[in-house]
């Protein structure tokens, strides 16, 4: 076999045996290659996508500001990855739980609440700090966890999460703390990816907008399912339909 040929089968993931042995060039399925490429194009999609420090633009400038919005960025929002904006990526990733290296790449991205192909939006509705992507996510939050609760019980649930947002015992974004590891049962059996229904979207909307009907709940739970131990020793403040409100 030719050299440039034992290459080339190298490059592809087969294995090739010299000398006298036999060579083993199991043959790659059609989908498999398939599955291949399209996992490379995704990483190569997502590898664009990184902002660092030299980096410009609107994504930058939405970084920035959400970074100033939760106290981690104190510069101009000029849509320019200076020192300052490396600066505040790192203390958010280092707050968050993620490599603070002061890139946002596709996990610090997923923690600002922003996706790799994020458009910019001309203005916050109402006048909220947060945004469309925000109201959204905190829908299918909502629906997702409480979809059979009362309307009131589906607002709280919006609440509780707001408050954790607001509070520094949790992550400072509505993605941060709806992502935060074993927060929600529906971010681990997958329900938060069901699209919210109009009562879902309203209740979040209502939460944003102020109301609170926990009083200041950072926790809530079903008795008649959970498990923990621990939960049931927190203060309870008020219980909403199967919900049980607590600090």
């Known amino acids: 076999m030719k050299k440039t040929k034992r290459i080339a089968l190298a490059a592809a993931g087969l ?9 083993a060039a199991p043959k790659i399925k059609a989908r498999e290659t398939s599955i291949y490429a399209t996992e490379q194009a995704e990483d190569e999609i997502g590898a664009a996508a990184v902002l660092r420090q030299g980096s410009k633009g ?18 101009s929002v000029d849509g320019v990855f200076g020192s ?29 609440g922003m996706s790799d192909s994020y458009n910019v939006l001309s203005g916050n509705n109402n006048n909220s700090s947060y945004t469309s992507s925000d ?34 015992a949790f992550p400072n974004s509505i993605s941060g703390v709806v992502y935060q590891k074993g927060a929600f049962t529906a971010v681990a059996d997958g329900q938060i990816n069901l699209s919210p229904d109009s009562t879902a979207m309203s209740a979040a909307q209502d939460a944003v907008n102020g109301w609170d009907p926990t009083g200041g709940a950072i926790y809530y739970y079903n008795p008649a399912i959970a498990t923990s131990a621990w939960i049931f020793t927190r203060p309870t403040i008020t219980v909403i339909g199967k919900h049980v409100f607590a600090i």
Do not use: M
């Open 84 to 112: 300052g904006t490396k600066a505040a990526v790192i203390a958010f990733q280092k707050k968050n739980g993620l490599t603070a290296d002061g890139v946002v790449g596709k996990a610090t991205y997923k923690a600002l």
């Open 135 to 168: 109201l959204y996510l905190l829908a299918k939050t909502i629906y997702a966890e409480g979809r059979g609760e009362p309307y009131a019980g589906q607002v709280a649930i919006g609440a509780v999460i707001l408050n954790r947002v607001k509070n520094p």
């Open 58 to 75: 609107n994504e930058v400038k939405e970084v920035q500001r959400r970074l100033k919005q939760w106290g981690y960025y104190s510069g």
């Open 15 to 23: 294995f090739v045996f010299s000398g006298t042995a036999a060579i």
